[in-house]
């Protein structure tokens, strides 16, 4: 499966973004999804991923209440809504997919499919 992530920009703290992911070349339904991030200097890390069915969602706790992952299997897509952005959450967002749905999945090595990655800037 291929993924093109988009949707980054530049906004300020307090403010929100969405951001899209778009599948092609496979059976979008099969995988599990992720976002991850990696803010200059740093490790890439997980944010958040939704199961094959979009029934299931796990976060980060550095976004939790403030970020909302879904997806849409009719459109392959999948979107990450970030509210209440802080500079903190300034890095590269990647969107991710693994044909592992049956065990927690929460590392880089977790995924075998990458989107290029989309950079968002929080400013204070």
């Known amino acids: 499966v291929q993924l093109q992530a988009s949707g980054g920009g530049l906004v300020q703290v307090g403010g929100s973004l969405r951001l899209s992911c778009a599948a092609s070349g496979g059976t979008f339904r099969t995988y599990t999804l992720a976002w991850f991030r990696q803010a200059p200097g740093k490790e890439r890390e997980f944010v958040a991923r939704?199961?094959?069915?979009?029934?299931?969602?796990y976060y980060a706790d550095s976004v939790k209440d403030r970020f909302t992952i879904s997806r849409d299997n009719a459109k392959n897509t999948m979107r990450l809504q970030m509210n209440s952005l802080k500079p903190e959450d300034t890095a590269v967002y990647y969107c991710?997919?693994?044909?592992?749905?049956?065990?927690?999945?929460?590392?880089?090595?977790?995924?075998?499919?990458w989107g290029q990655g989309t950079l968002v800037t929080v400013s204070s």
């Open positions: 991710a997919a693994t044909r592992n749905v049956f065990s927690a999945t929460y590392t880089v090595a977790d995924y075998n499919y």
């Open positions: 939704v199961t094959w069915s979009g029934s299931r969602t």
